[in-house]
């Protein structure tokens, strides 16, 4: 067995929270955790993916003009206004809220804005608290020589490439504008869910 399918597994059973003759994976997983959320900035250059296969399977390498973002997003639905106008606490519209887009996306759109030379690759889910989504974004400095001479990433240096994490064009945007399915009723699914007015089943 390679040693990335062992870092996968190890994952798998932090993630999972489980107990080992050798390991506590949940106490790993909660040591992290508890790292990562002392942390003062929300958006954290790392020196190299926690979770290298992971990171490899989604198109980063080890080479200059790669970067790597920790990212920490807060739980639920944010924050909402009450209205103005007066109306009984039923009617006020300020429960059972949901975001519009996926924390996923949030996450990638923050790192963006913290690397504004660079452009979201991709990115991979690490953990959460009680109170914190964690996310780890690859991003690509795009002027980089060493990424110009790469002919797999020197595309994202097209202008078709910009904004890639605002416009939806990562992995995670795509799925939240409904075009990462399959089967009968997905053809209506085309340009986005916006756009066809959410006919897509």
């Not at 107990?19 to 990562?36: F, G, V």
């Not at 690509?140 to 416009?167: F, M, Q, T, W, Y």
Request: glycine fraction near 10%; charged fraction near 40%.
């Amino acid at each position: 067995m390679g040693a990335a399918r062992h870092i996968m597994e190890t994952f798998q059973k932090e993630l999972a929270g489980k107990k080992d003759a050798n390991y506590n994976y949940k106490a790993l997983m909660r040591e992290r955790l508890l790292k990562y959320r002392k942390e003062k900035r929300s958006v954290v250059k790392v020196k190299k993916p926690t979770n290298l296969p992971r990171a490899r399977a989604l198109g980063y390498k080890a080479k200059k003009g790669f970067v790597i973002a920790r990212v920490r997003v807060r739980k639920g639905s944010g924050t909402h206004k009450r209205p103005v106008a007066g109306r009984r606490p039923k009617r006020m519209g300020t429960l059972k809220k949901t975001r519009k887009k996926s924390i996923q996306s949030i996450a990638e759109e923050r790192a963006a804005k913290k690397f504004k030379n660079c452009e979201v690759l991709n990115s991979y889910f690490l953990g959460e608290d009680g109170k914190m989504h964690y996310f780890e974004v690859i991003l690509v400095d795009v002027l980089a020589p060493e990424i110009l001479a790469d002919k797999e990433k020197n595309l994202l240096s097209g202008r078709h490439h910009k904004g890639r994490a605002e416009r939806g064009k990562t992995s995670a945007g795509r799925k939240g504008r409904g075009l990462r399915g399959k089967g009968k009723g997905f053809e209506k699914a085309r340009k986005s869910k916006k756009h066809t007015k959410n006919r897509i089943k």
